[in-house]
């Protein structure tokens, strides 16, 4: 049996985590949800996930710094926030995130990015 790929979810927000969780699981996937950055830090050394996913609405201080420790452990991370967060999206391209989405497209092309990160 194939080992299962395990992602990493920063936020609370039942639409995303229900589709997510929906789009993971025939794949083999695993869903791990946090609600804090201390939380999420302390999930990403024991869950040791191939993909990390920050709901940018959801992101405190310290967020950038998780993802780059992500980036270092060689973790992909996808960030999405609301279309009128514009420069937030942008401060998150500059983290380092592999994809940043507006709401409405990240949940649009969740189906297309999950294979890609889960294979």
């Known amino acids: ?9 920063l936020g609370n927000n039942l639409m995303y ?5 929906d789009v993971a699981a025939p794949l083999g996937g695993i869903l791990i949800t946090a609600e804090s950055i201390v939380e999420l830090k302390d999930k990403l050394d024991t869950a040791h996930p191939t993909l990390l996913i920050i709901d940018l ?3 405190t201080p310290g967020w950038k ?4 420790e992500a980036k270092r452990r ?5 960030a999405f926030g609301p279309h ?4 937030l999206r ?3 391209e500059e983290a380092g995130c592999d994809k940043v989405f507006v709401n409405s497209k990240f949940k649009l092309e969740l189906p297309n990015l999950l ?3 889960l294979k």
């Open 1 to 9: 049996m194939e080992a299962a790929k395990t992602i990493l979810a």
């Open 115 to 117: 294979p890609t990160y």
């Open 84 to 87: 009128v967060q514009e420069e």
């Open 57 to 59: 609405s959801a992101a």
């Open 65 to 68: 710094d998780l993802v780059a």
């Open 90 to 92: 942008k401060e998150a």
């Open 74 to 78: 060689g973790v992909y991370v996808i």
């Open 17 to 21: 985590t229900a589709s997510i969780r």
